[in-house]
Nanobody, 128 residues
Framework: QVQLVESGGGLVQAGGSLRLSCAAS??????????MGWFRQDPGKEREFVAA????????YYADSVKGRFTISRDNAKNTVYLQTNSLKPEDTAVYYC???????????????????WGQGTQVTVSS
């Protein structure tokens, strides 16, 4: 069983920044062998892909809506994945979830069903 705990959300004005963190734990679980990702969901909307990073950290993937503004990274020594969010817009308001990809040593996809473990989420609210 994998536990994912997100933090770093909050209320920010448009144009501001937040750094989200997701700490992973559990046994048996080797963080460095799994791709990690961030999704978000606004009430009444479908959960959408935001960003992902490969198990090696060598490749990153972004939704078009956040490309150039958000940066995903990971620290395998700390079992933590980060999402740096810059130039935030009101439409970025959502609950942000981190997730573990369902298979080890695999490049991630944007399909939410392919992700096996989810955190409880952290709220990001951007005011105009």
């Amino acid at each position: 069983q994998v536990q994912l705990v997100e933090s770093g959300g909050g209320l920010v004005q448009a144009g501001g920044s937040l750094r989200l963190s997701c700490a992973a734990s559990g046994r048996p679980f080797t963080f460095s062998s799994y791709s990690m990702g961030w999704f978000r969901q606004d009430p009444g909307k479908e959960r959408e892909f935001v960003a992902a990073i490969s198990w090696s950290g060598g490749r990153t993937y972004y939704a078009d809506s956040v490309k150039g503004r958000f940066t995903i990274s990971r620290d395998n020594a700390k079992n933590t994945v980060y999402l740096q969010t810059n130039s935030l817009k009101p439409e970025d308001t959502a609950v942000y979830y981190c997730a573990t990809y369902g298979s080890r040593w695999r490049e991630p996809t944007q399909v939410s069903d392919a992700w096996s473990d989810w955190g409880q989420g952290t709220q990001v609210t951007v005011s105009s």
